[in-house]
């Protein structure tokens, strides 16, 4: 575990803060003065770490509804991180196969204070080269994990599971200013970066794991995916199948918010709202709640981690399966990236994201898998989500899987 101030961190130059849901109006005046970074190996509670390392920086994270005011002379705020693996830690189980970039913390919390300044502007990127994606299984594997999926689901095992694919890259020059360029691309409601001593994460996630404001919390889960054309959307709202997937998976997360909500006050505001991200529709519901009295940072990240879109139903069965189907893990993917701030939180699902290491890009995507679920267009699926993402990052537009 690294527990670092700003001095002790790698000699990053001041520059305009990019993590997702970070203040707008405070971007350009923000200086890290504190972070943690954690690991699957330094053992321990991430989310007791994290709520408190916050609360020890002047972030009231031990009771997100004690009131709190955003103050310029206080912590504007702290970016938030925490992965697939750590999520699966803190709901006790399988956190999967080993990640493919063992560079990246599993928890990554960094406190900023408003400057007195603006940062300086960027210097103009240098030049860039990204290599060819190799995927960390082919199209084959791929369609077999999905069967193998179907059978743990036809023996009663689980409902449902998320399978999600690896690739990676080599590339040469500054990887941040690419990873950035994925916060630009259409429907990215959570983009951003942020970056520590070796390693940059890149988001383009239209997905809320978990916000809180004014003490209501919201989740806003997504599954279903066609291309965005007309006749995409007509079959996306008629797939029996799509809305099947969809209403599992909206269950979970109504039982997830109910643990930390307050009795009675879990709604669907709104069921199955196609919306668009790049060249594909999605279906997306909004579930919220009333924020139970002195809920912490804590108990919150262990009641929605992993998120239920990307793992499956039941979640540990899923887990499990997953542990056993997947041959990379998931790395800076389907965990959570966000900001926590006085009075708020707004954290975001690591879906249509990618990570550098010191020498390789990585990207995963994949889709949940039910009973009825073809191999051949989960393949596809998963390609069209990993196609934008390679595209901005500026390698090769074809899709990740072959």
Known sequence: MRKNGPDGVEALPLTRVDAPAAPHGCRDRLVERERLEWRLADGGDPAALAEAFLT???????????????????????????????????????????????????????????????????????????GPWTPSWSDRQHADAVAAVRAAIGRGDVYQ???????????????????????????????????????????????????????????????????????GRRELLASAKERAEHIMIVDLERNDLARVAATGSVTVDELFAVRRWCDLWQAESTISATCADGLGLADLLRAVCPGGSVTGAPKLAALD????????????????????????????????????????????AGGGITWDSDPDAEVAEAAAKARPVRAALGGDPAPAYR
């Open 161 to 231: 599971v998320n399978l999600v694919g690896h690739a990676a890259a080599p590339y040469t020059g500054d990887p941040r200013p690419a990873l950035a360029r994925l916060a630009r691309l259409p429907g990215a409601r959570y983009g951003g970066t942020l970056h520590g001593p070796g390693w940059t994460i890149g988001s383009a996630s239209p997905e809320t794991l978990i916000a809180l404001h004014a003490g209501r919390l919201v989740t806003r889960p997504i599954k279903g995916t066609r291309p965005a054309t007309g006749a």
């Open 321 to 364: 399966v997953v542990a056993a189907c997947e041959p990379a893990g998931r790395g800076a993917s389907m965990g959570a990236l966000g900001w926590i701030g006085p009075g708020h939180l707004d954290l975001g699902l690591t879906i249509r994201t990618a990570a550098a290491d010191g020498h390789l890009l990585h990207a995963w």
């Open 56 to 130: 020890a920086h002047g972030l009231t994270a031990d009771d997100l509804n004690r009131p709190a005011a955003h103050h310029p002379d206080r912590p504007c705020g702290a970016a938030l991180y925490v992965s697939a693996a750590a999520g699966a830690i803190l709901a006790a189980g399988h956190p999967g196969a080993p990640s493919p970039a063992p560079a990246l913390p599993d928890l990554a919390v960094v406190v900023y204070d408003h400057a007195a300044a603006p940062a300086p502007a960027a210097p103009a990127p240098g030049p860039w080269w990204v």
